[in-house]
């Protein structure tokens, strides 16, 4: 079952530049989750936003999230070659399993040197 | 930090054997989790576990077991591979829900499992 789905599917900039992806989810949610993948690695969690919050911020990313148009957006501002990986969305549905993280397919970034 | 260690990052095997893959966390969490993943798919949760001896289907149980004789471990059991069974395959765990919404899920590594 699909619930959040990452766009664009793949996004190529320049070091110093922004990268901007987006989530679209389907049913209403607790929370929204963004993950980070490097190449042949796990998942790693990098910030959660609350249903109830609109803007969020860690380091150099910057997530908002607007329940009525049921879409989120993480933003990595100054990119730099480090930050090439794959980038994850993950929605809580309310009402469904506790614990169960329903994931995107992801948006692959490459930040070129 | 939170620890999820997979047993294999690379395993070779042929149809028909039977093929364990071990998940270890050492935070205590209640929660721990199969998922595959493959090119174009994303993650696909195969079993959950929200306690010992518990266990749940995920989106797509078939042809996989779970055990969890003990809160830290979480194990996959594939009983008679196949060749669609070719995938890279994640642990995670997370900490009870709190009533605010799930929790974030640690991962490990992976293990890329090839059925020949």
């Known amino acids: 079952s699909q619930q959040g789905e990452e766009d664009p599917q793949a996004l190529s900039i320049q070091e110093g530049e922004n990268a901007t992806m987006n989530c679209s989810y389907k049913t209403s949610i607790n929370n929204l989750q963004w993950y980070r993948q490097n190449s042949g690695r796990g998942l790693v969690h990098l910030i959660l936003i609350r249903s109830n919050e609109r803007e969020k911020h860690s380091g150099r990313l910057r997530v908002t999230l607007d329940t009525s148009k049921k879409s989120s957006s993480l933003l990595i501002t100054a990119s730099r070659a480090a930050d090439t990986a794959s980038y994850f969305c993950?929605?809580?549905?309310?009402?469904?399993?506790?614990?169960?993280?329903?994931f995107g397919k992801g948006t692959k970034l490459s930040v070129k040197p | 930090d939170v620890k999820v260690t997979q047993s294999s990052r690379y395993l070779v095997k042929r149809t028909g054997e039977k093929v364990f893959l071990e998940c270890v966390q050492d935070m205590d969490h209640e929660n721990m989790f199969w998922y595959r993943q493959d090119p174009g798919l994303g993650l696909r949760l195969i079993y959950f576990s929200y306690d010992v001896k518990m266990k749940e289907k995920g989106d797509i149980p078939e042809g996989y077991s779970v055990s969890r004789e003990k809160k830290e471990r979480f194990s996959l059991i594939l009983e008679s591979t196949s060749t669609n069974q070719t995938s890279m395959y994640l642990c995670a765990s997370s900490p009870h829900w709190t009533g605010l919404g799930n929790q974030p899920q640690h991962f490990g590594d992976g293990t890329r499992l090839s059925i020949l």
């Open positions: 993950a929605t809580d549905a309310r009402g469904g399993s506790q614990g169960n993280l329903i």
